[in-house]
């Protein structure tokens, strides 16, 4: 299984970008699909969240500004990121709650290599 993110760069305080991460490989069934960050020295932490059935959560920092969607026939998860800020520099992170083929499952959940998310002032 494979979660490959795009999207990613550097742009300035206002500006929006919009991130992409697809899911592939043996997946049976994916439960929900989200976005971590983690900027330099700090730990990751939640940014955005969605289950197969829609249910939302986002990390109350970016409230208002983010807005995640998904599109469960193509196993990817999207993040429009508005009204970026400085504080917004981060690596970002796909996640997923999946099952594999043959019923396994990693109990943490999976990951992708990240994107880089650079807001300059």
């Known amino acids: 299984v494979q979660l490959v993110e795009s999207g990613g760069g550097l742009v300035q305080a206002g500006e929006s970008l919009r991130l992409s991460c697809v899911g592939s490989g043996m997946i049976f069934k994916i439960n929900a699909m989200g976005w971590d960050r983690q900027a330099p020295g700090n730990q990751r932490e939640l940014v955005a969240h969605?289950?197969?059935?829609?249910?939302?959560k986002y990390a109350d920092a970016v409230k208002g500004r983010f807005t995640i969607s998904s599109d469960n026939a193509k196993n990817t998860v999207y993040l429009q990121m508005n009204s970026l800020n400085p504080e917004d520099t981060a690596i970002y992170y796909c996640t997923a709650e999946l099952i594999e083929n043959g019923g396994y499952y990693l109990p943490d959940g999976y990951w992708g290599q990240g994107t880089q998310v650079t807001v300059s002032s």
């Open positions: 969605i289950t197969s059935g829609g249910i939302t």
